[in-house]
């Protein structure tokens, strides 16, 4: 009975190996196909994978178990009497008849299932196979998917310098090669990369790397040189070929050209020289707000951490703090560089850098400042590269600065926060004299004597464009006085309080200065025709005639103060008047009146007016021509050119050459920034320029390159408007061009 089982196990096994074969002969045909198409390794390795997954995903054969394979038995072979079953259950729980059974079944499998197949396919698995690698011969051979191959970058002769003869040879010609071919880049000592060995003649390096080219002939050459962007630079011939280096310090365009012993110049295709910059470090500070305030009492501490990053690596790096003391004028800075934690050896690549700032270490006090950020450089030669991050702030809070307060003895503070104008000052007069009857005698006189300060202030302040150099002095306190008290006749009180109000008291004689002042002025008849700069009055940018109305605005302004402070607003009002009147003129004087200008038109004969002769009237033309530098005007040409050679309307003729030469710099300017999309039609051009490629396709090509190279010309004003094109008509119109 065991034999049965080991024999139903062994077809099961067997079943299963047939269908992994059967997909791994599919996959096989697949990648022979797609290697033979692409010619790239990487290529059949992916597609074998792939296949294999997707075919093993449809079969699934590792869901052929023992009761299919059982159920399968039963199907096929008529003595097992689908009791295949019997031999995967346990002996003991089975009945004697059923063991009767199970024995008779283990017999007959034992001769007969060595000579049963298990269903399969694999006849049509190596049909298909050899079917695929047929087919895959025959891509290969006539090179239908060449642009698959080129795309891939697996063409045999794409990184070998070909050479194409600019002038007609004769059959009997030698035509000399490239045997071999050597292209290193030696990096600066400072990226520790050395020297690497590259195949393909497109260079990328970095900026300050060494280009090295080794070129073996399998024939003689003379004047072989490197043009680069149209400078000619001669090989140097040694022992093993001709050799060249030349450092990369921008990016540009090369071609080899060089002569055989017949005199025939031959040329290379343009090939990209590109110079990678070396960027500057990157700095990144983690996990700290720009701006970080502290109290007294806080623990001033601020924690730092930062990443610094670069491509070649580091050379230093550390933190700049200034501490600022103090404020305005008597603000002082202190500069500290500070290191980090850590040490950051040269050439490291990325560093996690940290540091404890202790503002109490940097002797900071209230109100002080911290403003920090960090520097980094790397090891570029001969100059390196610096970067800085953004600056950090850490403020320590002044809770204790001296303000302004009053105490509760001290009375009210007597500076206005504003200056009332003499026009303000006018209208409350007005509606203090409107409201006297309905007041009180102490109100009326405290808003008159606060009128009159609100004078003062305003007398002041006009004053100090006069040199004036009186500061505003503290009003006097309100004056209470009851009226059955007073006595008006009194001469005492009466002068007290005129030298409480007077000019003496606030300006030091005011008004009797001014009059001396005139006296003196009077002495000199000269004075009022000097400048003099050691008086502070005339040291003033106004003229003769607003200082002196200035100065009388002042002396008026004294007497209606005067009179507010004495309780009679009334007599105050006509010298604020005169004041504002004054004030007014200065203003006016000071402004700027700019004439208006328009059309004056000719004057007309009397004889000729209402006539409606226009005889001699002639309008005004003005021409100007400007001349536009256009940056593309080669380009322009150039497509305007080849239109005429596509057409055969004439032939290439030297003049070409200078053409499409201009044509051919303008175009580098934009291959340069764009290799990738210019290069190709570059070389298409310079193939037309050394009668390599003067052919109706190169033309074609080239031309096309260089429309998609012009920019698209700005709509004209003016122009006809388009025409309403629907939506089918438009998609055919965009697929024309896509082909064209």
């Known amino acids: 009975m065991e034999s049965g089982k080991l024999h139903l196990m062994k077809f099961h096994r067997r079943w299963q190996i047939l269908s992994y074969a059967e997909a791994v002969l599919y996959a096989v045909g697949i990648v022979v196909l797609f290697y033979l198409v692409s010619k790239n390794l990487w290529v059949g390795i992916l597609s074998f994978v792939v296949s294999m997954v997707i075919i093993l995903v449809i079969k699934k054969p590792w869901k052929h178990s023992l009761a299919t394979t059982g159920n399968y038995i039963d199907a096929h072979i008529d003595e097992a009497s689908f009791s295949t079953g019997l031999l995967l259950q346990p002996v003991d729980s089975l009945s004697n008849l059923a063991k009767l059974q199970r024995y008779k079944v283990s017999e007959e499998l034992t001769k007969r ?24 011969v025959v891509v290969q051979k006539l090179d239908l998917f060449k642009s698959v191959e080129s795309v891939l970058g697996n063409s045999t002769n794409e990184t070998q310098i070909q050479f194409i003869a600019t002038d007609s040879i004769s059959e009997k010609s030698i035509i000399p090669k490239i045997s071999s071919q050597d292209i290193s880049v030696t990096y600066p000592s400072y990226t520790r990369k050395g020297t690497i060995l590259v195949s393909d003649p497109n260079i990328k390096a970095i900026t300050g790397a060494t280009v090295q080219w080794l070129l073996v002939f399998d024939n003689s050459v003379q004047e072989i040189y490197l043009d680069r962007m149209g400078e000619l630079i001669p090989l140097q011939k040694g022992e093993k070929g001709y050799r060249i280096q030349q450092v990369v310090s921008e990016s540009g365009f090369y071609n080899f050209k060089f002569k055989n012993e017949e005199g025939i110049e031959f040329t290379s295709d343009l090939f990209s020289l590109e110079a990678i910059p070396d960027n500057p470090p990157e700095i990144e500070i983690l996990g700290l707000e720009q701006y970080t305030y502290f109290d007294f009492s806080d623990t001033k501490i601020v924690e730092l951490q930062s990443a610094i990053t670069d491509e070649y690596g580091i ?5 700049i703090a200034t501490v ?45 400042e911290l403003y920090f950020y960090i520097e980094a450089f790397d090891e570029k030669q001969p100059k390196r590269n610096v970067s800085r991050s953004e600056t950090y702030f850490a403020v320590i809070k002044d809770t204790v600065s001296e303000q302004f307060g009053v105490e509760g003895t001290l009375g009210v503070d007597q500076m206005p926060d504003y200056f009332r104008s003499q026009r303000q000052l006018i209208i409350d007069t007005e509606k203090l004299i409107k409201d006297k009857p309905s007041i009180t005698s102490k109100e009326f006189k405290s808003r008159s004597n606060e009128l009159g300060f609100d004078q003062k202030a305003l007398r002041l302040k006009y004053g100090q464009f006069m040199g004036d150099e009186s500061e505003m002095e503290e009003a006097p306190a309100e004056i209470e006085s009851d009226e059955e008290g007073e006595d008006h006749d009194h001469a005492e009180d009466q002068e007290n309080i005129l030298k409480e109000y007077s000019h003496d008291h606030d300006g030091d004689n005011e008004h009797n200065l001014v009059a001396a002042e005139k006296a003196e002025e009077a002495e000199d008849p000269l004075h009022d025709y000097l400048h003099n700069h050691d008086d502070p009055e005339e040291s003033t940018l106004f003229e003769e005639s607003l200082k002196t109305k200035l100065r009388k605005a002042l002396n008026i302004m004294w007497d209606a103060e005067l009179h507010l402070r004495l309780n009679e607003p009334e007599k105050s009002l006509p010298f604020q008047y005169d004041a504002l009147t004054l004030i007014q003129e200065i203003k006016n004087s000071a402004r700027i009146y700019v004439h208006r200008i328009g059309f004056d038109p000719p004057p007309i004969k009397e004889e000729n007016r209402l006539t409606g002769t226009i005889k001699d009237i002639e309008n005004y033309r003005k021409n100007e021509t400007k001349e536009v530098e256009n940056p593309f005007e080669a380009l322009e040409n150039a497509v305007a050119r ?13 003049a070409d050459n200078a053409l499409f030469t201009a044509a051919g710099n303008e175009l580098g300017q934009l291959a340069i920034v764009n290799p990738s999309k210019y290069l190709q039609v570059l070389q298409g051009l310079k193939r037309i320029e050394n009668n390599t490629g003067r052919t109706m396709n190169n033309y074609k090509f080239v031309q096309k390159g260089l429309l998609s190279a012009l920019p698209k010309t700005p709509q004209i004003p003016g122009a006809k408007k388009k025409e309403y094109i629907d939506e089918i008509n438009s998609l055919f119109l965009k697929q024309l061009e896509v082909y064209d």
């Open 113 to 136: 299932l060595g000579a049963i197949q298990p269903p399969n396919k694999l006849k049509q698995a190596v049909l298909v196979t050899l079917g695929l690698v047929l087919l895959g």
């Open 315 to 319: 050379d230093e790096a550390y933190i």
């Open 324 to 368: 600022s003391k103090g404020s305005g004028e008597s603000v002082k800075f202190r500069e500290e560089k500070l290191n980090f934690k850590e040490t950051i050896s040269k050439g490291m690549k990325s560093v996690k850098a940290t540091k404890t700032l202790d503002l109490n270490a940097l002797k900071m006090e209230l109100g002080d």
């Open 642 to 654: 080849l239109e005429q050679l596509i057409q055969q309307e004439s032939t290439f003729n030297e």
